[in-house]
Nanobody, 124 residues
Framework: QVQLIESGGGLVQAGGSLRLSCAAS????????MGWFRQAPGKEREFVAA????????SYTESVKGRFTISRDNPKDTVYLQMNSLKPEDTAVYYC?????????????????WGQGTQVTVSS
């Protein structure tokens, strides 16, 4: 049984930083890509960032490039999302997801396991 447990969300002022973590269990972590998605109130869930199983390849949605960094620690079965220069429009529930494949993808259908989500609120 694959489990993904996110942590690190919270309330922060605009311009601040947060680091999200996602601890995985139940599969060979380094064999699969990991992704972060988010869902703001009244909006559909959207792709934020992804990292390949090896960690050598990353991808980001345009709105977070230069501000967010995805990384992974395969021996610790954990993926991270470092979020800097946060904006009110980054407010959302953030979900981590485990990919079906080793390469990065921004398609939700390419991820087969999801965490429960962690709330990030950025005040102006």
């Amino acid at each position: 049984q694959v489990q993904l447990i996110e942590s690190g969300g919270g309330l922060v002022q605009a311009g601040g930083s947060l680091r999200l973590s996602c601890a995985a269990s139940g599969r060979t972590f380094g064999s699969y890509a990991m992704g972060w998605f988010r869902q703001a109130p009244g909006k559909e869930r959207e792709f934020v960032a992804a990292i390949s199983g090896s960690g050598r390849s990353t991808s980001y949605t345009e709105s977070v490039k230069g501000r967010f960094t995805i990384s992974r620690d395969n021996p610790k079965d954990t993926v991270y999302l470092q979020m800097n220069s946060l904006k009110p429009e980054d407010t959302a529930v953030y979900y981590c997801a485990s990919g079906r494949y080793g390469g990065t993808s921004y398609y939700e259908s390419h991820y087969d396991y999801w965490g429960q989500g962690t709330q990030v609120t950025v005040s102006s």
